[in-house]
């Protein structure tokens, strides 16, 4: 008989962030009655990964909808009904509370010390298969992209770009680096090789933090998408950084559209703060700057405009 071979690092890292996040990541199931994109039985299907020790869950804004609650099942057979504590649509954040006995929590990560070409695993439950692992890269970092939650139009700001495989059902999920660390909450599937997550960093802990005490997190809204772009070299030289944020959609009648701002404007800094990240932007997007005037420079054919906006508050469909 042939020697068995052991497993390489690469098959071994993926394994152990498997059996380490499995477990942790429970399939939902969400009555969405009346709703176009419901599954089966007039639910939608996604996952849901618990990170206290006290049964809350995150997942997706777009997996509850305005459902009240549901039902979670974990990989060891167990099931308990859980509610919504809170969503938040900008970020496509959802915290949930179960009212059973959940698995230990998993870890908390922090998103921004990945890097392009890092190992991630993508753990959720593709078409109701629960416990299912897929394995990819970090493929690009600092995405800005529209998307629909509940019929009304969103934009997900800050995302992860990853190729592990995902399917209807992962939404929801774990991605995690190779120490099992949660970094990424699944999110979308953007097409074929394709597909994104949001975060975990200050940002989105300051979030679910919000859902957890209040049920819902003010935030401020400009009505951009952005993506990362270097400044030309005199102005990086100038401002002492290599990029800025290259508005790539104006959403008609939101607040960058009426302070004037453009697609294809290249965004400097904003409320005095430099921009060189999408995530940069979101940390001013909270309640205190809803309603007040917000400075803007961006450059411009070339030269530097400046441009007052005034954040509206964004308002669940």
Do not use: C
């Not at 690469?10 to 399939?27: C, D, P, R």
């Not at 298969?129 to 890269?137: D, E, I, N, Q």
């Not at 009505?223 to 790539?248: D, F, I, Q, W």
């Amino acid at each position: 008989m042939p020697e068995q071979q052991p497993l390489d690092s690469y098959s071994q890292i993926v394994a152990g962030v498997a059996a380490e996040l499995t477990g942790k990541v429970a399939s939902l199931r969400v009555p969405q009655a009346g709703r176009a994109w419901a599954g089966r039985g007039g639910e939608s299907l996604g996952s849901g990964v618990v990170f206290t020790g006290d049964g809350f869950m995150l997942t997706n804004a777009h997996v509850v909808g305005g459902a009240a609650g549901g039902t979670a099942a974990f990989a060891d057979g167990s099931t308990t009904p859980f509610r919504v504590v809170g969503t938040d649509p900008l970020s496509d954040l959802a915290v949930l509370r179960a009212s059973g006995t959940t698995p230990p929590p998993a870890e908390l990560g922090e998103a921004d010390q990945l890097v392009v070409g890092q190992l991630v695993v993508a753990v959720g439950n593709p078409l109701g298969l629960a416990g299912s692992v897929t394995a990819g890269v970090v493929s690009a970092l600092g995405r800005s992209l529209p998307t629909r939650s509940a019929g009304a139009a969103r934009l997900i700001e800050d995302v992860i770009q990853t190729d592990a495989a995902l399917n209807p059902g992962n939404s929801g999920g774990a991605l995690a680096d190779s120490h099992s660390q949660v970094v990424g909450i699944n999110t979308a599937v953007a097409g074929v090789g394709l597909g994104l997550a949001v975060p975990v960093n200050a940002t989105t802990r300051r979030i679910i933090a919000a859902l957890m005490r209040h049920g819902k997190v003010r935030r401020a809204y400009l009505g951009l998408v952005s993506v990362p772009a270097p400044l030309p070299a005199m102005l990086a030289e100038r401002v002492g950084r290599p990029t800025g944020l290259r508005v790539a959609e104006v959403v008609a009648g939101g607040p960058a559209d009426r302070a004037g701002l453009r697609a294809g404007d290249l965004l400097v800094s904003a409320g005095g703060s430099p921009v060189a990240a999408a995530q940069d932007l979101q940390r001013l997007m909270f309640a205190e700057a809803i309603g007040r005037p917000m400075a803007i420079t961006v450059m411009r054919n070339g030269a530097l405009v400046d441009v007052i906006a005034e954040p509206s508050e964004l308002v669940s469909a």
